[in-house]
């Protein structure tokens, strides 16, 4: 069902879209930007999401003109809430009279109310359910779709063409300077490299670190270099893997930025990491990953290159999971084995080959 364009009439010339998540969120959510910058190229777009956002919206300066900042609410776990700040951030909101306010955050559940509070004219997003649709405004949750298509479907169902659901990450010249003076000073050879991630925001979403040590071993000893990667506060994280390799190896934990990390990848062999946002990073700069999937929604958060990426998981009953720490033994984890990660591995070394 596509909705009625009266949200479009007249275009809109300043929209406020609310994403206030991390990055692999974000990442996700550009195919849909791309969308909105191509159906209204004068109109300004504001992100109102998170301080992680500010290098992301720096670096997609053609869809995104500025990030507002959202204080954080209980609801939402992604940041520690500041109630106090909600009142006058949703006053400086108002003030700013935006045209449309998009709700691209979630199942409008509890993300609804946070909208209707900064919107003074139209807002459109989501509803958890299809009896609560309301024409040219409120969609259903597409709960079975992957999660750049729900995005998609949302503008789609809005009335705009939104059907390129390619994943990009745009590189500048002083990303590539960047990554080729770490090259050079941690002597990594980026084509025979395969880079080695063990961290996820949640413990819940870790493959053992122990187990990705054990993969480095084994692909280390077939000749392939080994970068092990990591933001600032997966140091120990990193430290542990480390600590348990058998092969030589580079640490590049908190040693690069966004964009030199990415251009790194860009030139690797594969990427082995838990379902977080490096993974996306890979698909939006084609390298062949091997992703486990501990706790998360694979249909929804695996990348969509079937043939470049794979995704191992086991099913569970209890999958997607919210919980910090895994309260039953982490079997989601544990039964993805060694063997498996290093078996895919090498297909997709020899795949990326031809």
């Known amino acids: 069902m596509m909705a009625a364009l009266s949200i479009w009439d007249p275009p809109p010339r300043r929209i406020a879209v ?67 700040a909600l009142p006058a951030f949703y006053r400086r909101m108002r003030s700013r009279a935006y045209d449309l306010v998009l709700q691209m ?37 597409p709960d079975d779709q992957h999660e750049v298509q729900r995005y ?93 390799l058998t092969v030589p190896a580079t640490n590049l934990c908190a040693a690069t930025t966004l964009g030199a ?3 790194l990848l860009s030139r690797g062999r594969l990427l082995s990491c838990n379902d977080t946002g490096i993974s996306h990073i890979a698909a939006a700069v084609q390298l062949p990953s091997v992703v486990i999937a501990s706790g998360s929604d694979v249909a929804r958060w695996a990348p969509q290159d079937k043939q470049r990426h794979v995704v191992l998981h086991h099913p569970v009953a209890c999958r997607p999971c919210g919980y910090w720490e895994c309260p039953v033994g982490h079997v989601c984890a544990r039964a993805i084995t060694v063997e498996q990660v290093v ?5 997709k070394l020899n795949w990326s080959a031809t």
């Not at 849909?32 to 997609?60: C, D, K, M, N, Q």
């Not at 955050?105 to 807002?123: C, P």
């Not at 080695?196 to 979403?205: D, I, K, N, Q």
């Open 105 to 141: 955050h979630g199942s409008g559940a509890q993300s609804n109310a946070i909208v209707q509070s900064m919107a003074t004219k139209r807002w459109a997003g989501f509803v958890p359910d299809a009896q609560s649709q309301a024409p040219g405004q409120l969609m259903a949750w």
């Open 152 to 244: 998609l479907s949302l503008l789609t169902w809005l009335g705009l063409q939104a059907s390129d659901s390619a994943m990009e990450f745009p590189l500048e010249p002083a990303d590539h300077e960047a990554a080729d003076r770490i090259a050079a000073d941690c002597g990594v050879n980026p084509d025979v490299t395969i880079f080695v991630h063990p961290g996820a925001r949640l413990p819940s979403r870790r493959w053992p670190v122990e187990r990705f040590a054990a993969v480095a071993n084994a692909l280390g000893s077939e000749g392939w270099r080994i970068a092990i990667t990591g933001s600032p506060d997966e140091s120990g994280l990193v430290r542990s893997l480390l600590s348990a």
């Open 343 to 347: 078996e895919r591995a090498r297909h």
């Open 18 to 84: 609310f994403r206030a998540l991390n990055l692999g969120d974000l990442l996700c959510s550009m195919p849909a930007f791309r969308a909105l910058r191509r159906a209204f190229p004068a109109a300004h777009i504001t992100l109102v999401g998170l301080e992680s956002a500010r290098p992301v919206v720096a670096r997609y300066s053609e869809y995104i003109d500025d990030l507002e900042l959202f204080p954080g609410d209980p609801a939402f776990p992604e940041q520690p809430a500041r109630p106090a």
């Open 261 to 263: 990390l990415a251009s």
